[in-house]
Structure formats: C-alpha cells, structure tokens
C-alpha cells in the first residue's frame, strides 16, 4: 500500500465531472451535504421506502432544488413500476422563457462510464477479457514511464478506480476560462492525447491489491478512455459502435449515441450554461464538440433512456450474475468525496449511497461545464430518478450548495413518502 493511502488529499478540479469538484468544496468547507444515511433496511431501502412522490410533491422538490441549487433549469424524471412522473423548472434558453421539456435530450457526461463498464463485463462473459487482464497485455507501451507502468494496471482498476492514473483534464494545457472555452470548444482530441497528458504525471498511488476492501481510490476520467480503447482492442471495432449494437438497439434506445465530432444535439434539447472563473455572465456550452471525452462522458441521451438503461441493468437483463456481482462489489470512495457524497462506494461503472429511509441506491453523475446529469436506481430496480440540470458556478460554495440540494432530491424522489 502506497505511503498516501487512507489519507485526505485535495482533489484537482476537473471538466469531465463535478464528482471531485463537489468533494473540493467539501474540504475546503469542512461539512457535509445531502441527507444523512440510515442504516438497515432492504437491499433498495425499499422495506422502508414510502409511497412514491405525487407529481405535485415533485414539483415542489424540483422548484426547491431549483432556488437552493441556483440552477437555470432543471428536468427530473422518477418512474415507479410502470408509473412515470416528471417535473421540470426554469426556462430551456436564457432570456426566451421557452419552458423546459422532459422530453429533451442532453449530454451523459460521466453516466457514459455505466454503458462502457457493461460492454466490458459483457466481453469477460463472453470469455473475451478477463478483470485481471493488464492494460500491457491489450496496448503494449501505452501506460509507461514517470512510475506509470501498465503491466501493474488490470482492467478492473480501471473501471473501479483504483488505478492511480492521473486523472488528466485537457483544461491544464487550454485553460479554464470563458475566452479558453470558446477559443477550444470546436477542438477534437485523439484518445492517446488523454493518454499521454495523464503519463506526464506521476500516478495518484500504486494500482490496488484486488483483496483490499478499503483501497486508495481517485477518480480517473483517463482509465476509462483507456477501457474503451481495450473494448477496440478486443472486438476491432470502437467503443461507442459496441455499446450501440449491445445496449442501445436491444433496448430500444432513441436518445442515446456518441456525436464524434459534431457539436450538436439532434431534437430538442436544454441549453446549458456556465459561469467559468473570473466572469460574471453565463457562457453558453450546449454547442461543442465532446470528442476528447470518448469512452469517459462522450454519450448523448434522453431521461426515458437512462431509466430504461439503468432498470434492465439492476434487473440482470444486460449481464449474467456473475457479471453482475462484479459489477456491484464495491469499495469506499475516498474521504473527500463522501464528505459530499456520503457513504459513497464504487463498483465497476456504478456507485453506491445509502438512503435515509434504509437500504441503498445505486446510480452514476455526470458534469460538464454548465451540466449536472445524476441518476438513482432502487436495488430491486422498482424505482429510478434521472435528473438534468443546466447552469453551474464555478465557486466552491456554490458548487457545494448545488450538489447538496441534488442529493437530497435524489434520496427524497427513491424513498418517497408523504410531505416533509
């Protein structure tokens, strides 16, 4: 185990996710947010879980989360059994006072690691790749040098987390402002890009023993665009072309697919917007090209989508139970992040919380600048929550408002229950 392990480290604020920028705020705070978890209870808290939100109890949730948030809009699907409920808040374009609309696409942003973890487990299924295979074995020379050294990294560090590769973000050679953004946001960047920007850096830690259940952790947007590299590897074709013909089509997915180069949303869709540092005013980030992020938050999407998507996962429909104990055995995140995000475990592509009302939830989040995507799935798969958000700070304090409000409506909308 590596001299830093089980220790606090300060976190790099990153493009691909608000995950690390969340637990940032969370250290230099000092508090928590979110509803504080409960112990016992059913697999998916559904023993204790109340009857599911009226829509006018979601509304109110959505319009609270809205104000405390300090969000521009908000759109939030919660389906019970068969049972669907949406509530929406804000406008869909700044100054227009077009509403927003559930029906809206967007981008998946970091939830696009949930459709490449199951394509993965899929292939070791099929006896195509196994967990313990090493990057080495599939791309020799791509992790070498400055004490990175892929023949120590397995396939399942990379889905886990628990690699130590540098969690790269182009945003350290570009920049992090508005003129940055709009100078690069056309940009298209090759996966070895990533790649070789995270190997400038010495790793995060030493690649964790698969027996530690409490490892070094860090969040790595790089080992996941290293995975989809792999899935090409294995199979010849890409990862997005393998997630569409073993996810998407089967499951009827209208919504979801990976744009490459095209900076555009195809439908409708809600703008997003950020206030980057240094600026007072929003910058509008819907239009741009999201090749950079490939197997790591490249995915565009729909609510109906990701409900679908998530339900036939926790139902077992997408991978045999072998797969699927993999896929949920977890370790704890890092200490920052569950400051945040408490109780925060790690499978391979999913994480894990504890609800207030007993069991857990399962799910993944996503963030681009101007973006917050999250998800919740009961354990039994009765109840999922997909929500998006547009207009983001870039301050700490503001940050950590926004995740804190989310969370409580993510807990709030799986456990249901009468007026709080």
């Not at 970091?110 to 295979?133: N, P």
């Not at 744009?259 to 929003?282: A, E, I, N, R, V």
Request: glycine share 12%; proline share 6%.
């Amino acid at each position: 185990m590596s001299t830093q392990s089980k220790t606090s480290r300060r976190p790099r604020l990153p493009v691909v996710t608000a995950l690390v920028t969340a637990a940032v705020c969370a250290v230099s705070l000092g508090v928590s947010a979110g509803p504080a978890p409960a112990h016992g209870g059913g697999p998916g808290g559904r023993d204790s879980a109340g009857d599911p939100l009226s829509q006018r109890q979601l509304q109110r949730e959505v319009d609270r989360t809205l104000k405390k948030a300090g969000y521009i809009a908000v759109s939030v699907q919660v389906r019970d059994g068969q049972r669907r409920t949406y509530a929406v808040g804000g406008e869909a374009e700044l100054g227009t006072g077009r509403p927003v609309s559930h029906a809206a696409g967007f981008r998946a942003a970091s939830v696009t690691k949930t459709f490449v973890s199951t394509v993965v487990l899929q292939l070791v299924a099929e006896g195509r790749l196994s967990l313990d295979d090493t990057v080495e074995e599939w791309l020799p020379g791509l992790v070498t040098g400055n004490g990175n050294d892929g023949s120590r990294i397995t396939v399942r560090h990379l889905l886990q987390h628990t690699s130590g590769l540098y969690n790269y973000d182009f945003t350290e050679d570009t920049g992090d402002t508005a003129a940055d953004f709009e100078r690069t946001r056309f940009d298209h960047y090759e996966p070895e890009e990533a790649v070789a920007g995270a190997l400038k850096h010495k790793p995060d830690f030493e690649p964790a023993d698969p027996n530690d259940p409490d490892p070094d952790w860090n969040y790595s947007n790089t080992g996941y665009i290293v995975a989809g590299m792999i899935i090409e590897k294995v199979t010849g074709r890409s990862w997005d072309r393998e997630v569409r013909d073993r996810i998407v089509r089967p499951l009827g997915l209208t919504q979801t697919y990976a744009p490459g180069d095209d900076p555009g949303l195809k439908g409708p869709y809600t703008h997003s917007y950020q206030q980057f540092p240094g600026s007072t005013g929003w910058t509008d980030t819907s239009i741009r090209n999201v090749s950079w992020a490939t197997a790591a938050g490249e995915l565009i999407t729909g609510e109906r989508d990701l409900d679908r998507f998530l339900t036939a996962l926790q139902r077992g429909r997408l991978l045999p139970p072998a797969q699927m104990a993999e896929l949920r055995r977890t370790v704890p995140a890092g200490a920052d992040f569950q400051q945040i995000f408490p109780g925060l475990h790690y499978g391979l592509g999913v994480m894990r919380q504890p609800l207030s009302c007993g069991g857990y939830r399962w799910g993944h989040g996503g963030d681009l600048e101007g973006q917050t995507v999250r998800t919740a799935v009961s354990a039994d798969g009765q109840r999922t929550v997909v929500l998006n958000a547009t207009g983001k700070k870039a301050d700490d304090e503001s940050l950590f408002r926004a995740e804190g409000a989310v969370q409580a409506l993510l807990d709030r909308a799986i456990c249901g229950g009468g007026d709080r």
